[in-house]
T-cell receptor, first 114, second 113 residues
Framework: NAGVTQTPKFQVLKTGQSMTLQCAQD?????MSWYRQDPGMGLRLIHY???????DQGEVPNGYNVSRSTTEDFPLRLLSAAPSQTSVYFC?????????????FGEGSRLTVL | KQEVTQIPAALSVPEGENLVLNCSFT??????LQWFRQDPGKGLTSLLL?????REQTSGRLNASLDKSSGRSTLYIAASQPGDSATYLC????????????FGSGTRLLVRP
């Protein structure tokens, strides 16, 4: 029972490089989301999706892209990495019931941008 | 704009003590409130989800209450154990969307043996 799987767990990028953080869930959840966690700032929502083909912006979407071609996968793309994007990124999913229900989190992806 | 506050930021107690963690939110028009636990270097684990129509939820030694009118929720941990040491966070949906959650900054709990 894998739950929510994030890869990679650690990544170091140089400023201007692009990369994709992968997120997959095997619980057939319609809702998926990406958060970043920073010291002193807490968890902030980047993007979310309520089903395949549907995405929307959260609180801090600038510099990030998402797509949802399948129910299982919700990748987060950094288009041109900046030091301000150094953070721990969490993917989370939930059964869609008209609102966010119990959230299941991945273990996180720790990104450093030099 | 919904804001979520958790006080205290850190708490240290001896093993066996009963304790209460607090969560306050500014807008009472919420669908639900969720409590999470986060261990160092790990993701969050959902502990309890309280719907807006409920006043409390219980799971083992944990009891969460919700008072929408006062904008407050408490997480009660009975007979604390060293294994309860972690950061506890609460989260509520933002006012205009049930799909966007706002998290508190968390309470870092240390239970001393």
């Amino acid at each position: 029972n894998a739950g929510v799987t994030q890869t990679p767990k650690f990544q170091v990028l140089k400023t201007g490089q692009s990369m994709t953080l992968q997120c997959a869930q095997d619980m057939n959840h319609e809702y998926m989301s990406w958060y970043r966690q920073d010291p002193g700032m807490g968890l902030r929502l980047i993007h979310y999706s309520v089903g395949a083909g549907i995405t929307d912006q959260g609180e801090v979407p600038n510099g990030y892209n998402v797509s949802r071609s399948t129910t299982e996968d919700f990748p987060l793309r950094l288009l041109s990495a900046a030091p301000s994007q150094t953070s721990v990124y969490f993917c989370a999913s939930s059964p869609r019931t008209g609102q966010v229900g119990e959230l299941f989190f991945g273990e996180g992806s720790r990104l450093t941008v030099l | 704009k919904q804001e979520v506050t958790q006080i205290p930021a850190a708490l240290s107690v001896p093993e066996g003590e009963n304790l209460v963690l607090n969560c306050s939110f500014t807008d009472s028009a919420i669908y639900n409130l969720q409590w999470f636990r986060q261990d160092p270097g790990k993701g969050l684990t959902s502990l309890l989800l309280i719907q807006s129509s409920q006043r409390e939820q219980t799971s083992g030694r944990l009891n969460a209450s919700l008072d929408k009118s006062s904008g407050r929720s408490t997480l009660y941990i009975a007979a604390s154990q060293p294994g309860d040491s972690a950061t506890y966070l609460c989260a509520v949906p933002v006012v205009d969307s049930s799909y966007k959650l706002i998290f508190g900054s968390g309470t870092r709990l240390l239970v001393r043996p």
